[in-house]
């Protein structure tokens, strides 16, 4: 056998087979190797997650992307200020100017080849440092990971072009590279720092999603939320492809295999899923103790209900089959446009709904009421077609378009409110009893509504009134309530809300006392009572803040923050001072 076979470290894992071929230890492939060891070793590191020759940006990739926090402070950085450039430079050309003679070693030194200046010695001294080639190949990578580029990216002619006007010295890295090399030992540095930031977590919380791709594969997202230094983290440990079907059993093994994979076993308090019950019964079997529905996913269901309701149907029935035609007719395009440029209205495109999700049957009907004249007068236009559709559209009557006003009336309060919590970047469980009361409060029924808007409210009342009635569903979300800031006036955080989070920080208390007793052998130091922030002298006053707009969970609450922001001060028991004590 050659030298060369025995000093490759891939024969740890082959066996040399006649014909220049190699067979796998591992799974039992041959594998041809009549141009060297390179098929074996791309076989170990695609099959096998197997590396025998580690890349010389291995190191350099594993600093850069083994914090968390890398792209954060890459975007932190502020832009620098151009700077002109190098007296060097030439003014004809991009390209960088060749070192002076100044820069080249002088005549005086020992050997006579180091003082010859050759195309070979310019050429080394204009070449990139390695290490900084590798932090502009991992920027890169990292672009194309965060931006969801494809890998064929970095053989684009104009993008090459882009970065060769950049830097000429930089060499672009191939596709392979990029996806066999680079990416790879990214993902195993951001993992390894992932799950050592994770065991030092004591309470965390999940979320957790099921989907299905364009091409039927079903996937499992988990994100993990918790707090590090009074501030909230969120990451995402894993999107699992499930290979089996989507049962209740099989949902929480893999939810407890990436528990046990994170060190999140045990940690995990409540568990926030869709309302499906193959989710609510993996959580139950994973060892989460609360599994809560998500809010949005909840009121798309309830709101649903009033989909359903038969005027309703019938007044979406007349309205979608000539948005339908407008929106994929190319002179019926011309004619709509030609009419919202006459009749002074808006030139905005028509909105088609989607029947899972209500929202935008909400958004259909606004746009609909905002551009009936146009669509009407587009509907009697002699170069159209003459449609059925068009039909029951020019027979509306001013009593529809009430009726359509209404609609929105109604509705307007719950897309609001779909809309805050699916904008909110941090949306707690704080804001959903909240929201539930003033939901309750808009869908009361009054006595000079009409049938029509008894029965939206009603359907959507009657479903909304069976959601979150467990205790300790309850009782979570009436805690949480309290300790937001935002709603600790709300009628649902009362005296026995208090008295409960009392006792759990009692427990909590003492739990910490005893834990610090048996590492350090001494008594829990003193808390001081009174706590100054950074930076603030007692004399210091903050300047008077702009007045910005309102966000859309402001505006839903607007007409209470008198109520709910101001002087209120909870209910706080007795005891309470003593754990400070």
């Not at 932190?76 to 430079?89: D, E, K, V």
């Not at 309850?474 to 208090?498: C, H, I, M, N, Y």
Request: overall charge positive; aromatic content about 6%.
């Amino acid at each position: 056998m050659p030298q060369c076979f025995k000093s490759s470290k891939v024969w740890d894992h082959v066996t040399k087979l006649p014909l220049d071929t190699a067979k796998c230890n591992l799974c039992g492939n041959v594998i041809k190797c009549a141009g060297g060891t390179s098929n074996i070793a791309r076989h170990l590191r695609r099959n096998h997650n197997i590396e025998t020759t580690p890349h010389a940006a291995s190191a350099t990739l594993a600093a850069m992307f083994g914090d968390q926090n890398n792209n954060d402070r890459a975007q932190a950085q502020p832009p620098r200020a151009p700077q002109p450039p190098p007296a060097s430079h030439t003014a004809t050309t991009g390209t960088p100017a060749l070192p002076s003679l100044d820069s080249l070693p002088s005549s005086s030194t020992s050997t006579v080849a180091s003082t010859t200046v050759t195309p070979f010695t310019l050429a080394k001294l204009t070449k990139m440092p390695a290490e900084k080639q590798h932090k502009i190949t991992g920027r890169l990578c990292h672009y194309i990971v965060k931006s969801l580029r494809p890998f064929s990216i970095v053989e684009d002619t104009y993008f090459r072009a882009f970065l060769s006007e950049l830097n000429t010295s930089y060499k672009v890295p191939s596709r392979g590279e990029v996806s066999e090399w680079f990416l790879p030992k990214m993902y195993e540095a951001a993992l390894l720092n992932l799950k050592t930031e994770l065991q030092e977590v004591e309470y965390a919380a999940l979320t957790g999603d099921g989907w299905t791709s364009r091409v039927a594969d079903h996937y499992l997202t988990l994100t993990v939320h918790y707090m590090k230094g009074w501030e909230i983290k969120v990451r995402v440990p894993q999107t699992l492809k499930a290979e089996v079907s989507k049962t209740g059993d099989n949902i929480a093994a893999e939810i407890g295999q990436c528990l046990e994979d994170f060190s999140l076993k045990g940690k995990v308090e409540v568990m926030t899923t869709d309302n499906a019950k193959a989710m609510v019964n993996a959580t139950t079997s994973a060892g989460i103790p609360l599994s809560l529905g998500c809010f949005a996913h909840t009121l798309n269901l309830s709101t649903q209900k009033a989909m359903n309701v038969p005027t309703v149907g019938t007044m979406l029935a007349v309205i979608r089959p000539p948005i339908i035609f407008f929106r994929n007719s190319y002179v019926g395009k011309i004619v709509r446009k030609e009419k919202q440029k006459a009749l002074d209205r808006p030139s905005h495109n028509l909105i088609l709904d989607c029947k899972t999700r209500w929202n935008s049957s909400y958004m259909m009907v606004e746009r609909f009421v905002e551009q009936y004249p146009a669509i009407v007068a587009a509907s009697f236009d002699e170069r159209l077609k003459k449609k059925d559709s068009f039909k029951k559209l020019q027979r509306c009557t001013d009593k529809d378009i009430e009726r359509m006003e209404h609609f929105l009336e109604v509705m307007k309060l719950p897309y609001m409110i779909t809309v805050a919590m699916s904008s909110e970047k941090r949306p707690t469980s704080g804001q959903v009893l909240p929201m539930i009361d003033k939901l309750e409060v808009h869908l009361a029924e009054k006595e000079e509504d009409e049938k029509f808007i008894k029965d939206i409210k009603s359907a959507i009342r009657n479903d909304l009134s069976t959601r979150y009635q467990d205790n300790a569903r309850r009782e979570f979300l009436q805690e949480a309530t309290a300790l937001d800031p935002r709603f600790k006036g709300s009628p649902v955080v009362t005296v026995d809300v208090w008295d409960r989070i009392t006792n759990k920080i009692e427990v909590a208390q003492a739990q910490v006392q005893v834990k610090k007793e048996a590492e350090e052998g001494g008594a829990m130091p003193q808390l001081p009572l009174q706590v100054k922030q950074d930076g603030l002298r007692d004399t210091d006053t903050p300047p008077p803040a702009k007045k910005a707009k309102l966000t859309t969970m402001e505006e839903i609450f607007q007409d209470e923050d008198d109520v709910m922001v101001t002087h209120v001060e909870p209910p706080l028991p007795v005891r309470l001072p003593n754990l400070i004590e």
